[in-house]
């Protein structure tokens, strides 16, 4: 299983970005995939995470601002991510193959990306 993650990059405050994880060697029935982040000297935490089945899960710091979606053809993970704030700043991850509904314990994860940088500056 690879997972490589696009999208990332700076932006100002209010602004908007869209990350995207290419997944090969996987499927999604293997379980949830999910984003995380991790901020420096921060844990990693889960940002949002999609079940096969479509049902998702975000963290309260991004609800209303961040969706989660999958295309399936494409198997590809995207994140949109609006009115981006300074608190968004981090390393975001793509992570697959949780076989515990919409968890955001990394360690449930056996599969992750090597992560895109997001900035939020003005």
């Known amino acids: 299983v690879q997972l490589v993650e696009s999208g990332g990059g700076s932006v100002q405050p209010g602004g908007s970005l869209r990350l995207s994880c290419a997944a090969s060697?996987?499927?999604?029935?293997?379980?949830?995939m999910a984003w995380f982040r991790q901020a420096p000297g921060k844990e990693r935490e889960g940002v949002a995470a999609?079940?096969?089945?479509?049902?998702?899960r975000y963290a309260d710091s991004v609800k209303g601002r961040f969706t989660i979606s999958q295309d399936n053809a494409k198997n590809t993970l995207n994140l949109q991510m609006n009115s981006l704030t300074p608190e968004d700043t981090a390393m975001y991850y793509c992570?697959?193959?949780?076989?515990?509904?919409?968890?955001?314990?990394?360690?449930?994860?056996?599969?992750w990306g090597q992560g895109t940088q997001v900035t939020v500056s003005s």
């Open positions: 999609i079940a096969s089945d479509g049902d998702t």
């Open positions: 992570a697959a193959g949780c076989l515990v509904f919409l968890t955001f314990n990394p360690s449930r994860y056996p599969y």
């Open positions: 060697g996987y499927t999604y029935a293997r379980g949830c």
